[in-house]
């Protein structure tokens, strides 16, 4: 069991649907991120939050909106997705510091219909 | 720019056939090196991390070590259960305050008994 807990374990959406993909940490970790993996590809980052606000948006489509609550959560907004929006949706934490590793949570497989 | 190039892209070894994955960086300024193990359907799994050439760092049947230009892991041993993709990741220190990772493509591993 990893200690970043994501929700749903998969979800498939039409394309008009309004979803959320919620990640949860409880390491005290200050850095949460969400990444978007494809098949037999490493993970690709999406957005990075520091200490709850956005650092980094890799020009990322609107269609996906971040959300960070508090420093245990982080929640991935979706509307209006297309098919090759379909992917793994991994989030990962870190205590925030130079060099210190990302632990991943097992992700949402994500299906657009 | 910054660069990770892993080698070979698949590996198939018998059980007890010990091999070496390679992780070669070209990057401004290492901030860490970071080794994930996946397994299908999972996210990445922390393994390691380095930040100084000559370092190494084991774990059971794994064991890293770092020069100024690459990473390797050492598979010694190997059990059908080491069957994984292999991750290397980089933090350089361009992105250091964000945490941001540049990822290699990956080496997927197969151990037959």
């Known amino acids: 069991d990893t200690e970043v807990t994501q929700t749903p374990k998969h979800l498939v959406m039409g394309m008009t649907n309004k979803k959320s993909l919620k990640c949860e940490q409880h390491m005290g970790h200050r850095a949460m991120y969400w990444y978007k993996q494809k098949a037999k590809k490493p993970p690709e980052l999406m957005f990075v939050?520091?200490?709850?606000?956005?650092?980094i948006n890799e020009s990322v489509p609107s269609r996906f909106s971040p959300e960070c609550p508090n420093s245990s959560l982080l929640n991935l907004h979706l509307h209006a997705l297309q098919p090759e929006d379909s992917a793994l949706y991994l989030c990962a934490s870190s205590p925030g510091g130079v060099g210190t590793p990302q632990h991943f949570g097992d992700g949402t497989r994500l299906s657009i219909l | 720019e910054d660069q990770v190039t892993q080698s070979p892209e698949a590996l198939r070894l018998q059980e007890g056939e010990s091999s070496s994955l390679n992780c070669s960086y070209t990057?401004?300024?290492?901030?860490?090196l970071f080794w994930y193990r996946q397994d299908p359907g999972k996210g990445p799994e922390f393994l390691f991390t380095?930040?100084?050439a000559g370092e190494e760092k084991e774990k059971e049947r794994l064991k890293a070590t770092l020069t100024k230009k690459e990473s390797f892991l050492h598979i010694t041993a190997p059990k059908p259960e080491d069957s994984a993709t292999y991750l290397c990741a980089v933090q350089a220190r361009a992105s250091s305050n964000t945490g941001k990772l540049i990822f290699g493509q990956g080496t997927t591993l197969q151990v037959k008994p």
């Open positions: 990057v401004s300024g290492l901030r860490g």
């Open positions: 939050y520091s200490y709850e606000k956005l650092s």
């Open positions: 380095l930040y100084s």
